[in-house]
Structure formats: C-alpha cells, structure tokens
C-alpha cells in the first residue's frame, strides 16, 4: 500500500515512519494509501529545514521571489485536473466542485504574485530637520499552516503564497483524512524554482500540531477548522508566544423574506445547503423563513432536491458525492436521528441511499428538516453535512436577533427585493462575511475571509490585505544623514523643528 511520507527539504522523507494512519476512498469505503504521523523529531526537522531556508529565502531579491510564483501559478493551472482528481479520490467530493477549489487556491497565488506592491511602505521626507521617516514591512520567519480535510488545496492556497511570496518560510500540517494534493503541490513547487527547505509538509495529527505550537523557531500559525480546536490553537498557539490566526467552524444562517423571488432563494438554498455535501464552512445549514414564506419556498426547495444526481465524484453529471469518513457520515446520520427525535418534521430523509456499485461508500443524501427550533441539536451544532433546518419566525426582527444570539459568525444571506431590508440586515448582522441575494459569499483574493465570533480566534482574517499584514511585522525608520551644519551634543528633549 502506499505511503504518504513528510516533504521536508526539498525532498520526501525516506525513513519509515514509527505511525501512519488509514486514507480511504470515500466512494467505494477502500482504504487507499497510509500516510505517516509526525512524530515530534518529524517536525524539528521540518522546523529546522525551514529556519535554515529563510536564512538566504528573507533577502531574495522581491522580483526572483515574484517570478517563482509566477512560475508555481502556471504549474498549478496546468496541473488542476489532476489535483482535482486527487482530491476527488480521497475527500469525495465532485470534480467540477474540486476544479472551483482549485481555481480559487489560484486566485491566491496571483494575488501573491504582486507581492513587490503589497510590501510597499511609506516614506515621509523631512520630519524634522534633515530628517526622514519610513515604514517598511519585515517577514516573520518560519510560520506554520493547520488545515481541515474540506479544502485540501484552496485553504493551505489561502497561506502559503502570501506567506512565502512575503519572505517567511513554510511548514503545512494539511489533514490527514487527505493528503496527497500537498505531496503534488510541493512537488509543483519545487519544479517552479522554489529553494528547498521554504515549503515543507509534515502530516499527522494532534501530535504534529501540538509540536508546531510549542516549537520555539515557529514565529506564527494559520489554522482552520472546527470551533473547539481553533480555540486550542489560540490559547496554546498565543501562550507560546506566536502571532496566531484562527479560522473555526459555522452554522450559517439564510433569511427569506415573503416579498423574495422564491425560485432563486430556492436554488441558493439547495445550491449552498448540499453543495460539496454540506462539507464547506459557508454552507447554508439554516434557512429562516419570515411569516408564511417557507410555505412558497419549501415545494420549490423539495422539487430541486428530488432532482440532485448523488454519484462518486468523477461519475459525469454529479451533483453531491460522499462524506469524508465512515465516522463522519455516522455523526451526521445521528444528528437526522436526533432532528426527528426532538420534533422537528422530516421533509426529506437521505439516510440509506443506495449508490450504484458503491456499497461500502459513505453516502447520505440530502435531508431537509421544517418546524427546526433552536434549542434542537440540528440547530444548535455543526453538522457539517447535508441537513438544511427551516426555523419560522413571525417577523424580520426576530429573524436579525436570531442569527445575532448565535455563537457562531461565520457567513449568511438574506434574500429579498426590498433595499432598505438588506441594508438593514448588512448593517445590524452579527456575521463576518454577508450575501445580499447570494448565498455563500465568499470574498474574493483581494479582499479577506474571515468570520466573527467563535468563528474566528485572532485578529486577522485571512488571504487578501489582512493576510499581508499577519504575515510581515512594520519596521519604522527614522534616519538622518550628516549635514554639513552640526549643532553639537544637546540633552535636551527633541523638539522636532
Ligand atoms: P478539525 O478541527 O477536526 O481539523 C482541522 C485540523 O486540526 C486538521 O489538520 C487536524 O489534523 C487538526 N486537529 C484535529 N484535532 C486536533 C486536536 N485535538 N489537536 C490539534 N490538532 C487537531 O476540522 P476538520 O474536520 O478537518 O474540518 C472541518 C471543520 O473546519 C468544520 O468545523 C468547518 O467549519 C471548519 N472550516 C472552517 C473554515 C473557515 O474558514 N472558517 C474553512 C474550512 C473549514
């Protein structure tokens, strides 16, 4: 079977790893390959590897390290139908949804790749006499990436570039549920011109995350996943010192108001509900129906579902593919269970499905819940699968203080054709990241991603402008060259004139 082994300097790792764990294909259940568990000596060499790169990688000239992205860029884009299969192969979802995924990591890239403008400072003459002020932004040194399995090319793509095109080195700790694309994407890497030890992947677990934490030579960590452990990341990650962004989970909440055109609201709600599974941290998993409209979008909602094509990810024409795990598709067919239990009305039930020739694979179709209230467990947790909740409420204002009580921050959407309304709702939402008639609004590379309160652990978002800043530290200079009239020691206190 294959073995999934650390990219460390330039090179995969040759020694055999003291633990590995199970990669599977989530269409047929097959376990696919083993890959390694980074042991705490897996990550010092990593860390070691990184910290001597940056040595030489933090003084390449800003156009060499331009052109490498350059370079990396079109690699990728030639490279993304096979990155695309790879990821359908082990985390399920459709080829054109991984194709998107990929066509979003490049986005980042490009925005990397005019670094020289980004890391301009400002420069004030004369701020006193013969005195001149500038600012200039610095690296960090070697910065550390913790990714979750839902996008195991666009999220590390949301690090990476900006970090390494800034002068830092890297080391990715991507999920070890899979794997693989990190192998191809250092490799594409490599071949781009990039120097060895810049970029190096360790895989692993708690194991190799609890050594990036705690590792003194780590300066910074990027991490995205679920809730509970981004605030580990935080707290443990800040405790040793390092800058730390940490991007958690969601339950993102859509608003339909009566006067909505309800055939677009529908397709948002089937589109963002089950949608690469449900899997996606902008998922719609709520949908808030104000006054009678759920009456109007639900028949519409149920007609598109009954059409959606569930497949293996490479079959022509999917729509939705499998969970990640066994283990996951366990959960969210518990939390179907628990939804009927506790009261809520099963629209639509995707528990036992049956896939063509895929018997053993870890598929659930898609499941729509009405009469969801908030002290119900579908509501209450990510679910992170296909289950979308209708919750009723009587007017918009109990909609807005519904979706504000919630812990979570992440993304949401209103559908509506009154102006007023939606700028009602973009002003007072507690939420990072909002859709006014579009459901997962995702910024694009020259804006940031980040959501609002335990759906982020740091003050920065992440990619975009914010990305630039966690990644660089300001350096202000104050300078003043000899002129020929010198006015001798003075103690006093400066009096800038
Ligand atoms: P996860 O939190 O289980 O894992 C994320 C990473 O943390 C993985 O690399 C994993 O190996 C590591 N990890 C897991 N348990 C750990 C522990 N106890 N200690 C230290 N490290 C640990 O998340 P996941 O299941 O891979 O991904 C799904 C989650 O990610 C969802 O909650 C989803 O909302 C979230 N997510 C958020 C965003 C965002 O931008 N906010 C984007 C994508 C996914």
Redesign the pocket.
Known sequence: MTLINHWIDGEYVSTVPSRTGPVFNPATGEETSQVAMASRDDVDLAVAAAKRAYETWRDTPLMRRQNIMFSFRDLVAKNRNELAAAMTAEHGKTIDDALGEVQRGLEVIEFACNIAHLLKGDFSEQVSTGVDTYSIRQSLGVVAG??????PVM?PMWMFPIAIASGNTFVL?????DPTVSQMVAELFSEAGLPDGVFNVVH???EA??ALLTHPDVAAIS????????R??HETGTANGKRVQA????KNHMIVLPDANMDLAADAAVSAGFGSAG????AISVVISVGDAADRLLPKVQERIAKLKIAPGDTDGAEMGPLVTQQHLDKVTSYVAAGESEGATLLVDGRGIEVDDCENGFFIGPNLFDNVTTDMSIYTD?I?GPVLSVVRVESYEDAIQLINDNPYG?GTAIFTNDGGAARKFQNEIEVGMVGINVPIPVPLAFYS???WKD??FGSHA?YGPEGVHFYTRPKVVISRWPDPIHRGVDLGFPTNN
Do not use: H, Q, W
Not at 173 to 177: A, D, G
Not at 223 to 230: E, H, L, N, Q
């Open positions: 913790i990714t979750p399995f839902n996008f999220v700790k991507p999920s070890e549920k692993g677990d708690k995350v609890d991490f995205v996943g679920s809730t509970p452990i981004a580990y990341i991007l958690g989970g969601a899997e996606r941290c902008m990510e992170f992440n991603f980040g959501g759906s982020i992440i």
